[in-house]
């Protein structure tokens, strides 16, 4: 059915190239996230699959069609913009039922197709009003509405809560992931917001630089990232960077340490390592513990941040570097004292430097 | 500093009034003059205009110079004509110069770019240097009509009308305005299986009310003023327009209130035009929320 596909597809405008060559596999009915920094991509790569920007190279299909000429009205495709996009000079009903007018449908049709969406979004009582008489969940939900009057096989989603306030952003962001358990469809969803993407995805794709550097349901990004980049790209506060050295190999298993960090014994999958190198050792600041007794990492407390359920700690290394603890009880630590941190080496990573 | 302030507040406001309401004084005095003056007999007209009697109904009032101007020329047909011209024009500049506009801004082809500047470059040229060359065209064009194909526009309606529908001016005003409205929503439109002809429609010119009255305006003002062109293209007073029946009233004697009284009536048309765009201009900005 809507299955989306893009082989090796590039886009330049002149001689910059914004999109180098890109791989991807949405399934059908597959919610799929599109994250990376500003200026990766994320926007034109998803102007592409919508047909409101041309592809340079490569090839693209939804569903069984080559659509690489296609104009967006024949792609069977809804989008929701950033900025919402509702036409100003027409009512929410009007404007929920732009898609329908433009293909000729009845009144009645328009009617019911209308009333059935504003149900599902809860806007029955907006439908005569004007968009400048709207707030900003409200003009987002009658973008949405607009999409999905027509039952598309195919939702695209530029940003669609970046102009909302946090608390409306949880509340849009969980009923937009209700929407796409009722309708099933093909969602291709563009954040920045990694909370987005770890919560409403079942695939996450990250993008930096036009390329793809990993792709994957949410959970394997981030137990298992593929390099730096995803690894400190996913997940709250960022994952700790540690500069190590190599001091043994054996098998899968690399022993590393540094003037802050006792040996330790980490896995080696991203290798190959040799002795002697230097590699960066990966540590979600959610597995680092605090020592009962001596452990592995020495320092000492430069912050702490109690949130309540939740405490954050910046702990200064012997060798100077900062480390973030995120402690799951909270705790107080006098500040500057000096503190012994643990963490279970299964839970650590292993990166080579450059990425 | 608060009193200041306050006081500076009051002497700004009364500064502002004072300069709008001279303005509005030299606006409105001259069309004063001329109603007034429409009215009275030439030799009253001529003592009164040294002072400030000019400006009132006073005297010797009468309509006399109305009946003296219709008789002098045919009036009807001259302000018909120049209506009938300008409103045609008008119409059809707005539809040609936004569609033009829409394909320049929204539309991606190849060698619009060049156009674009060639199309600004026009806008340099005074009409007067390529009046000439133009009139010898339009000498020569075929025109299909009620007899059938004949040969050479002078004397009627169209060589007044179809020389003026396109202008670099206009269409350079509705590239400048649909710059400005948000492309998303003509993306969105697109996407929801708009046709061009769909978005332009339904889309860009719902929100191009202050761009269309403000273009509108401008060409009313150019075509209701034509005196060159007409003046070279028509030979027969059928076709003429109202400035060129002006040459009437200054044929043998000039009668100074025959001229004032045809001056006021072909003032009405412009006056009507400015409250019609007027009442749609503030509808447009009502409707839509978008402000030019
Ligand atoms: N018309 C254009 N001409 C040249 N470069 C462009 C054009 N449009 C976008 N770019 C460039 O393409 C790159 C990717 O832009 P894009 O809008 O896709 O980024 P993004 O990932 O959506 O960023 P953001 O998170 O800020 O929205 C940027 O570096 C941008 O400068
Ligand atoms: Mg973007």
Partial sequence: ?355 | MALISADNRGLRLATRYAVLGLIAVIFVFPLVFMVMSSLKPDQQLLQDSGNLRAFLPVGDISLNNYTAAFQRAPVATFVFNSVLVTGVTVLLSLLICSAAGFAFVFVNWKGRGVLLSILLATLILPFETIAIPMLLMVAHLPWIGTEGITWGWLNSYHVQIIPFIADGLTVFLFVQYFKDLPGELIEAARVEGASWGQIYRRIVMPLSGPILATAAILKFLVMYNQYLWPLMVTQEEGYRPVMVGLQYFFQLNVAWGEVMAYLSLITVPVLAFYLYLQKAFIASIASTGVKG
Avoid: W
């Avoid at chain 1, 996230?33 to 041309?54: Q, Y």
């Avoid at chain 1, 960022?238 to 330790?264: C, E, H, R, W, Y």
């Fill in chain 1, 1 to 355: 059915m809507a299955r989306i596909s893009l082989k090796d597809v590039k886009k330049s405008y002149g001689n910059a190239h914004v999109i180098k060559g890109v791989d991807i596999e949405v399934e059908d009915g597959e919610f799929c996230v599109f994250v990376g920094p500003s200026g990766c991509g994320k926007s034109t790569l998803l102007r592409m699959i919508a047909g409101l920007e041309d592809i340079t190279s490569g090839q693209m299909t939804i569903g069984e069609t080559v659509v690489n000429e296609l104009p967006p009205a024949q792609r069977g495709v809804a989008m929701v913009f950033q900025s919402y996009a509702i036409f100003p000079h027409m009512t929410v009903r009007e404007n929920v039922a732009f898609g329908l007018t433009i293909a000729g449908a009845s009144k009645a049709e328009k009617d019911a197709k209308v009333a059935e969406a504003a149900r599902i979004l809860q806007m029955e009582h907006l439908l005569d009003r004007r968009p400048s008489q709207l707030s900003g969940g409200q003009r987002q939900r009658v973008a949405i509405g607009r999409a999905i009057v027509r039952k598309p096989q195919v939702f695209l989603f530029d940003e669609p809560l970046s102009n909302l306030d946090a608390a409306l952003r949880m509340d849009m962001r969980m009923e937009i992931g209700k929407l796409h358990n009722q309708l099933g469809a093909t969602m291709i969803y563009v954040t920045h917001d990694q909370v987005e993407a770890m919560t409403l995805a079942d695939k996450i794709v990250v993008l930096k630089d036009g390329k793809v550097m990993q792709i994957g349901a949410p959970m394997e990004l981030y137990h298992n990232p593929a390099n730096l980049f995803v690894a400190g790209f996913l997940g709250a506060p960022s994952m700790n960077f540690i500069d190590v050295t190599v001091q043994a190999v054996n098998g899968n298993k690399a022993l590393v340490s540094n003037a802050a960090l006792d040996p330790v014994e980490v896995s080696a999958a991203r290798g190959p390592f040799t002795v002697g190198e230097k590699a960066i050792l990966g540590l979600r600041p959610q597995y680092v513990q605090v020592a009962e007794g001596a452990g592995r990492l020495h320092g000492t407390v430069a912050l702490t941040e109690r949130l309540g359920a939740e405490t954050v700690v910046e702990v200064t290394l012997k060798d100077g570097k900062p480390l973030i603890a995120a402690l799951s009880q909270d705790r107080v630590f006098p500040l500057g004292a000096a503190v012994d941190l643990d963490f279970d080496p299964a839970t650590a990573h292993l990166f080579r430097p450059e990425v």
